[in-house]
């Protein structure tokens, strides 16, 4: 880009930006008038919030926080100062999880462990009036009960376990398709199809004009169709549960068939899964995403074909009845049962935990740390910003997994036992919840996650003498009890200790292989597409892995409905609204947790905790050396995010295209404006990546 388009994109900027005030303040006038209505909606005798939420675009609770004569039963308005004590109950605007797929953030805890439900929030013009609130406290973690009903938890769900399938699964007729060019590759032919607008309907009609033997899934290559009317919704997720629920003809939204439960749309803002079925006769479809797999840079569909081939082949090698199927999630899961073992202790499957050890792993553990430091805690003016990512970070810590019935530890065992056995307990497969004290000379990162103010949100306090209560895997425990610094003040208030177990370790082994050969054909291979198609499919591999150790999280399932405009009293009265248009209401609502066969939090909460904390240390033994924050002088750690390490200085760390360890990937020479919003933070890392790429690093 040179200097005349850069003002110029800087002039297009400006133009969205006043364009966006705009909007906003439209926005805003509009839904003071929906206010209005609600409000003035009470004076009507049998007024019902169920009836007017709908109406409203908005959830029940919102209806009674701005009219609360609405509330059930009649419920008086609470008493003020009740009001400003209580959260907000408003529910966050999340992604629907598909199965076997997970959200990037830990969600809050299942509604069996929730506190008790609070008063509806002060009305918005009562709020205008009042004195400004106190920032939110920490949200309270969950913890096991005492007595009896706390050690009942420690159990498994009866008839409830993982076990190694007696079939085979079917291969689906897959195609791939580029809705901006109309490219169509099926097998080993390319085909161009006129796609008019590029709706659901107009991609069926013309993938099964060209293909009338039919096709069982669809890979959307590039186009996002999903997005074409986005600037007509305040939401992108919006604009995509309006795109996959318009009406087709000869089509309806699928219900599911045979072994494959998986019914029903996934609305998700970026990756999608539209499901449709024939009004008539057996012929079921996906249209799909292909950026759940991997991200494309300009590729056309016959390079993802081939990626798609290479990476099948790469998997036949160590599953002989390997099928890709729709998601890389829902394939390493379906590859994981087939490593259960038919002999030994697990011959008979892995049993799942019980619904409340389930659902305390789902509130307290939490995926991958995500943190930007910001002045005066780094420079104003950074004199570098370098990039560090461990490469393939999560295939480093499968090798040890909880396994068999778990066993409470209470804060009286622990202390009861010797120093050597509090170590092995700490060095085992365990989640502990502690009481933990920073030290008073701490000039470094945080090491331990804590809840901090809002839904979902985790944070690392680092200020010296803070004191926090929080639930962390044993392998962050550790690096806060022998972290290279000083030794952080950590007290066992109580904790759930598993058996160590290799369930996952065969698994990950066939994938490593899998991912290594087919990052050796992409550097070795001389056909430049064939190489990048290599590529691609190595990418697949890690997604398998990782998304297939989300899979085991299982977090609470949630519904996606449509319910006609007309016939808006059939919502159901727990549900979300989180769309509308003239024709249908689009809301959620939570189902809890399903009867997964195959649902292992402790695994996944296990291989999370083991990646945070090779974030702060990770010894190499061959090279005698570590690598990770604690390792690098106070105040140069500009970032965390997920696997990767933001410095604000070059490290010596070993490299040696292994699992987990820290790749060089961006560099970008000072001085630069420390970030101080993600945005900011994504906007560096993109032009250090690009200087890294040129070996132009400026």
């Not at 008063?119 to 009036?129: K, R």
């Not at 060019?181 to 080993?188: A, E, K, P, Q, S």
């Amino acid at each position: 880009m040179d200097a005349k388009s850069y003002n110029a994109a800087l002039a297009d900027l400006r133009t969205v930006r006043d364009a966006i005030k705009k909007a906003r303040a439209e926005l805003a006038k509009l839904e003071a008038d929906r206010d209005k209505h609600v409000t003035r909606l009470t004076a009507y005798e049998k007024a019902k919030a169920e009836r007017i939420a709908p109406a409203a675009g908005l959830s029940v609770a919102e209806v009674v926080a701005l009219a609360p004569a609405l509330a059930p039963d009649r419920l008086s308005t609470p008493d003020p100062a009740a009001q400003q004590q209580a959260p907000d109950p408003a529910p966050a605007r999340t992604a629907v999880p598909e199965s076997g797929q997970q959200p990037p953030r830990p969600a809050a805890a299942a509604p069996a462990m929730s506190a008790p439900r609070s008063q509806p929030p002060t009305p918005p013009q009562a709020a205008e009036t009042t004195e400004p609130t106190a920032p939110p406290e920490p949200r309270s973690l969950p913890s096991v009960p005492e007595g009896a009903v706390g050690d009942a938890w420690f159990s498994h769900t009866p008839g409830l376990a993982s076990t190694r399938p007696n079939f085979t699964q079917q291969a689906r007729s897959t195609v791939f398709l580029d809705t901006a060019t109309g490219i169509l590759v099926h097998r080993n032919q390319t085909h161009r199809v006129d796609l008019g607008a590029a709706t659901a309907a107009d991609i069926l009609t013309a993938v099964f004009h060209t293909l009338p033997d039919g096709v069982e899934r669809i890979y959307i290559t590039a186009g996002d169709p999903w997005h074409r009317d986005a600037d007509r919704y305040p939401y992108l997720r919006d604009a995509v549960a309006a795109w996959l629920n318009a009406p087709i003809t000869g089509w309806r939204t699928d219900t599911g068939r045979g072994r494959d439960r998986m019914a029903g749309h996934f609305v998700h803002p970026r990756n999608p899964v539209g499901r449709y079925q024939r009004d008539h006769g057996d012929q079921h479809v996906e249209i799909r995403s292909v950026g759940e797999w991997f991200d494309l840079d300009g590729d056309d569909p016959t390079t993802v074909r081939d990626a798609f081939v290479l990476l099948w082949q790469a998997l036949r090698r160590h599953w002989p009845d390997a099928v890709l199927m729709g998601s890389p999630s829902q394939t390493g899961r379906d590859l994981w049962t087939r490593t259960i073992p038919t002999r030994g202790q697990y011959a008979e499957g892995f049993p799942v935990l019980s619904e409340e050890l389930r659902s305390l792993l789902h509130a307290t553990a939490g995926q991958g740390r995500n943190e930007l430091i910001t002045p005066p805690r780094v420079p104003e003016q950074l004199p570098q910003l370098v990039e560090y990512d461990r490469t393939f970070a999560y295939a480093k810590h499968t090798w040890k997994s909880p396994v068999g019935t778990p066993r409470r530890i209470t804060a009286r065992t622990f202390a009861s036992w010797s120093e050597k056995e509090q170590t092995r307990a700490l060095y085992g497969c365990g989640h502990w919840h502690v009481r933990v004290t920073v030290p008073e000379a701490w000039n470094h990162v945080g090491l331990l996650p804590a809840p901090a103010p809002g839904d979902r949100t985790w944070h690392y306090p680092s200020r010296p003498g803070d004191t926090f209560t929080t639930w962390a895997g044993g392998p962050e425990i550790h690096t806060a009890l022998a972290n290279p610094i000083q030794p952080w003040k950590i007290e066992i208030l109580d904790g759930i200790l598993w058996d160590d177990g290799k369930p996952l370790d065969d698994w990950a082994k066939k994938l490593k292989e899998t991912w290594t050969n087919l990052t050796a054909q992409a550097h070795f291979q001389g056909d430049a597409q064939q190489a990048r198609a290599a590529h691609l499919a190595s990418r697949a591999v890690r997604a398998i892995l990782l998304y297939g150790i989300g899979s085991f999280a299982q977090r609470p399932r949630m519904v996606t409905g449509t319910t006609p405009r007309a016939l808006e009293r059939d919502v159901p009265p727990d549900a979300e609204i989180i769309g509308f248009d003239d024709e249908l209401i689009t809301w959620q609502k939570p189902t809890g947790f399903s009867r997964d066969p195959n649902a292992h939090p402790e695994w996944a909460a296990a291989i999370w905790s083991g990646a945070r904390a090779a974030l702060l240390s990770q010894r190499h033994r061959d090279d005698d050396t570590y690598a990770g924050a604690l390792h690098t002088p106070p105040g140069t750690v500009v970032a965390f995010r997920t696997d990767a390490l933001y410095l604000t200085q070059p490290q010596n760390w070993p490299y040696h295209h292994q699992p987990g360890d820290y790749l060089l990937k961006g560099h970008l020479t000072g001085p630069l404006p420390a970030p101080t919003t993600e945005a900011e933070l994504l906007t560096l890392r993109n032009a250090g990546r690009a200087a890294r790429t040129t070996g132009q690093e400026t």
